[in-house]
């Protein structure tokens, strides 16, 4: 199957500092790209829709100035958290899907990064 | 507003039981379903993918099977092993944009 390779697997930073999470799709091309965290022993919740060329659409709750998503290329997405805090430590991870090619394709996720803020 | 659960949360069972994990979904326009698996701490691999017009499909020891009108799918475990002890998510593809996931389904095989 297609890869997504996201960067950091793990970061660990302290509070107030920014942390950039990087999500590329290796032998395709995604238009669409999706972002989703993960609180401990919960399920994935989607955070925003990042589109190739276009600003980011976030989900309800979802800080866009807290944060930030760039697609600037049809390969590369980057999620920044901005000013981090304890409570922004979770489990980040970006799905994509193979671009042009329909509705009923499969979706490909990252390896996922782990965020802690101390 | 789509919303996926999943029964049950946890099951514990010893190596070679067969085993059914459930999901259910309340909204059946969906284009496609899939099942993923995700270990402790670590990303999703993703096991089987059913489209809207199919209604199963299967993969080694698995079989997933889907029924869009009762808003249901299962995952069938044939012949489990300490192996295939993880979290299993079902996500519900979401008018072809992102996905909805279930809670999961915690799985622990007894040697």
């Known amino acids: 199957g297609a890869v997504v390779s996201q960067h950091p697997s793990w970061v660990i930073c302290k509070s107030g500092t920014s942390v950039k999470i990087e999500c590329r799709s290796l032998d395709f091309q995604a238009t669409t790209m999706f972002w989703y965290r993960q609180f401990p022993k919960q399920s994935l919740m989607l955070m925003a829709t990042s589109n190739e060329g276009s600003k980011a659409t976030y989900e309800q709750g979802v800080e866009k100035d807290k944060f930030l998503i760039n697609h600037a290329s049809l390969t590369l997405s980057t999620l920044t958290v901005t000013s981090a805090h304890p409570e922004d430590s979770s489990f980040y991870i970006c799905s994509a899907r193979v671009r042009g090619t329909g509705r009923n394709t499969e979706a490909f996720f990252g390896q996922g990064t782990r965020l802690t803020v101390v | ?111």
Request: aromatic share 8%.
């Open chain 2, 1 to 111: 507003k789509q919303e996926v659960t999943q029964i049950p949360a946890a099951l514990s069972v010893p190596e070679g039981e067969n085993l059914v994990l459930n999901c259910s979904f309340t909204d059946s326009a969906i284009y496609n379903l899939q099942w993923f698996r995700q270990d402790p701490g670590k990303g999703l691999t993703s096991l089987l993918l059913i489209q809207s017009s199919q209604r199963e499909q299967t993969s080694g020891r698995l079989n997933a099977s889907l029924d869009k009108s009762s808003g249901r799918s299962t995952l069938y475990i044939a012949a489990s092993q300490p192996g295939d002890s993880a979290t299993y998510l079902c996500a519900v593809d979401n008018y072809g944009q992102n996905f909805v996931f279930g809670p999961g389904t915690r799985l622990s095989v007894l040697p």
